[in-house]
């Protein structure tokens, strides 16, 4: 037993694949409490469930409920987590301090990765990675999933990072991490709501199983951390980059006019861009995360395979 597995809580559908090599695909929580409105977010997290398990792979939501570390939720779970209002935001800083004050927290990539490692699972699929916000050069705000991806054996599949962030120095970042980047199926890195975001992806694979061999290859090599498998948002729900990225500058100036910064500017962020494109951002946003969660079972299952 390992000093940590009393923190733990692994639901017995997840424990169960994991003792059999069965694909496990975990998947983030503040999604859910800080990423989408009610009732889209539950609705959002059902689904993405249901299209892991479609895929042949078993889904395993982590969040912290009471103070202890959940590696797979009930339906319960996931209506708590969704209509809440006081649940932290949790990333690696935070998690102690969560569990150890028995509060909930819904976790980020940073802290999914986390609890996915200590629980066993590898492969996770969320909607975009946090990365280098705008203005890092003065304000040094750089998301702690950067770090946490060099760090963490877990391959994260997203539509690449969040639009909101300056994305070129998030590459720039995660190669001076050693971190692996590939985009799926195309030679650009995608931008969350769009497919192209104007920067040529580090790596390219083409398929689940390529994807599945370089992380095999990597971890038995010894190559500790984690990988990005940026898989682009589908042509039909994708947004115009125009559009989009001016409700991003808008939001910009918002938060900067309040004063938003930290662990909040996220949430506002998307927030207001839902706001300024009538919902079309959460439309997309939901789209996404869907395609994600199928990509990851496939590479999860190519994997299992091998």
Avoid at 74 to 92: I, M, P
Avoid at 180 to 199: L, N, W
Avoid at 211 to 223: E, F, N, P, Q, Y
Avoid at 266 to 287: H, Q, V, Y
Wanted: charged share 25%.
């Amino acid at each position: 037993m390992n000093a940590y597995d009393k923190y733990l809580d692994v639901a017995d559908e997840v424990k169960d694949a994991l003792y059999k090599g069965k694909p496990v695909v975990a998947l983030e929580s503040t999604i859910i409490s800080h990423g989408m409105p009610y009732p889209d977010n539950l609705e959002c997290a059902s689904e993405c469930e249901k299209i892991i398990r479609e895929h042949g792979a078993v889904p395993a939501t982590i969040a912290v409920l009471g103070g202890r570390a959940k590696i797979g939720l009930s339906g319960g779970e996931l209506s708590r987590l969704a209509e809440a209002k006081n649940v932290v935001k949790c990333s690696r800083r935070d998690l102690a301090y969560v569990m150890a004050s028995g509060r909930d927290g819904a976790a980020t990539v940073a802290a999914t990765m986390i609890l996915a490692a200590l629980g066993g699972v590898h492969f996770f699929a969320t909607g975009g990675i946090g990365g280098v916000h705008r203005g890092a050069e003065s304000s040094m705000d750089i998301s702690a999933d950067m770090t946490e991806l060099a760090a963490t054996d877990v391959c994260v599949i997203s539509a690449g990072v969040k639009s909101i962030l300056d994305i070129g120095r998030t590459l720039e970042y995660l190669e001076t991490l050693g971190v692996p980047v590939a985009a799926f199926g195309q030679d650009r890195f995608p931008a969350f709501y769009t497919p192209d975001s104007g920067f040529d992806a580090p790596l390219r694979v083409n398929s689940a199983e390529e994807a599945a061999r370089m992380m095999k290859v990597k971890w038995d090599m010894g190559l500790g951390g984690g990988a990005v498998i940026a898989n682009p948002i589908a042509k039909e729900y994708a947004m115009s980059r125009e559009k989009i990225d001016a409700a991003i500058e808008e939001a910009l100036k918002e938060a900067a006019e309040r004063g938003i910064s930290g662990k909040a500017i996220t949430p506002f962020l998307l927030d207001a861009i839902k706001r300024i494109t009538g919902g079309e951002s959460l439309a997309a946003n939901m789209r996404l995360v869907y395609g994600n969660a199928a990509l990851a079972a496939d590479i999860a299952l190519a994997y299992a395979r091998l």
